[in-house]
């Protein structure tokens, strides 16, 4: 029951209203008899600095922060985590007293839902995509390292653009390559996160076949609908390892429950509520 000592947390975004993260979150709350709610905002853009200003003003305990306001919400925080300075982009505010703090945990749950599967350090990973999602993965796996990266973009100048930002913050130089130019054979992880395979699109041709792949070859894919990709499934028909995005998803938001009240929510609970959410969707 909702009461006057009720804590508020949530997420803005534009659009929001599909986002999974509410029933998870929820969930957790009522699991641990927490006295908080988690309700979605929409946020546009030119409203983005005044609902952090209402957010201070509302005593929000936290945020989380989605497209298209990653990246132009820093300005209005008071202080950012080194990671999420680093990729350049927030998806979790923590408001202590007056401050507001920006992490990023994006990288951290794709990093630790892959090292269940495998140690990523000193190995050799092919990220295709340079987006969002590719950033943040390819600095926290850099800070948590690995030996080689190589990014492979549609747009390859985009890929060029996302190894030169790496450079100029870390001792670190990616290869940047086009999409045509994968080459596996020495590769220990590939990551796909393109949205290629996505729902409503999931019959969309795989960008890598089994034919390029090799079965000591870890296949993340970080779509989590549908659960199975083509491109999981063609890791599969190889013998390859392979992890779809749903752990990512259900880490990053742990994690972001964690900055806020510090507890660790179980990941069954969390896990059921997605699951139930997807299938919804699905
Ligand atoms: N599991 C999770 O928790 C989680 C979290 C975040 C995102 N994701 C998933 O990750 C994916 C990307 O998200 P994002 O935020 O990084 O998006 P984004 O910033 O818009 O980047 C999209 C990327 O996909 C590429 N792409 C799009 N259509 C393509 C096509 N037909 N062929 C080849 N490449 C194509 C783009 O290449 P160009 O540069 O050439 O356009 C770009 O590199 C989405 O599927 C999203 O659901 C999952």
Redesign the pocket.
């Known amino acids: 029951m909702i009461t006057g000592k009720t804590l508020l947390v949530g997420i803005i975004g534009d659009p929001v209203e599909h986002s999974l993260s509410p029933p998870m979150h929820n969930a957790a709350f009522k699991h641990l008899e927490m006295d908080y709610v988690y309700v979605p905002f929409h946020v546009s853009g030119e409203n983005l600095e005044k609902a952090i200003q209402g957010a201070r003003s509302l005593e929000i305990r936290g945020l989380n922060v989605t497209?298209p306001h990653k990246t132009a919400v820093i300005p209005y925080l008071d202080e950012v985590d080194p990671a999420a300075q680093l990729i350049g982009a927030v998806n979790t505010i923590k408001f202590n007293e007056d401050k507001a703090k920006g992490f990023n945990t994006?990288g951290l749950?794709?990093v630790k839902a892959l090292e269940e599967i495998t140690p990523v350090k000193d190995k050799k990973v092919l990220i295709?995509?340079?987006?969002?999602?590719?950033r943040a993965l390819a600095f926290q796996l850099i800070l948590n390292g690995i030996g080689d990266l190589v990014i492979a973009?549609?747009?390859p100048e985009?890929a060029v653009q996302l190894a030169l930002d790496i450079q100029s913050k870390l001792e670190f130089s990616p290869e940047a390559t086009g999409?045509g130019e994968v080459e596996l054979s020495s590769t220990d992880i590939l990551i796909n996160?393109?949205?290629?395979g996505?729902y409503p699109h999931q019959d969309?041709p795989p960008?890598i076949r089994g034919q390029q792949m090799h079965p000591e070859l870890v296949v993340n894919d970080?779509?989590?609908n549908p659960l199975k990709t083509n491109l999981l499934k063609e890791a599969e028909s190889i013998g390859a390892r392979t992890l779809n995005?749903?752990k990512?998803?259900l880490y990053?938001g742990m994690e972001s429950f964690r900055i806020w009240t510090g507890v660790t929510p179980p990941v069954e609970v969390f896990e059921r509520s997605l699951m139930r959410t997807l299938g919804n969707k699905i």
């Not at 295709?128 to 590719?134: E, K, L, R, T």
């Open positions: 497209i994006d749950g794709a295709m995509g340079a987006g969002g999602a590719a973009n549609r747009t985009k999409l996160t393109t949205s290629v996505m969309q960008l970080i779509i989590y995005g749903t990512m998803l990053q």
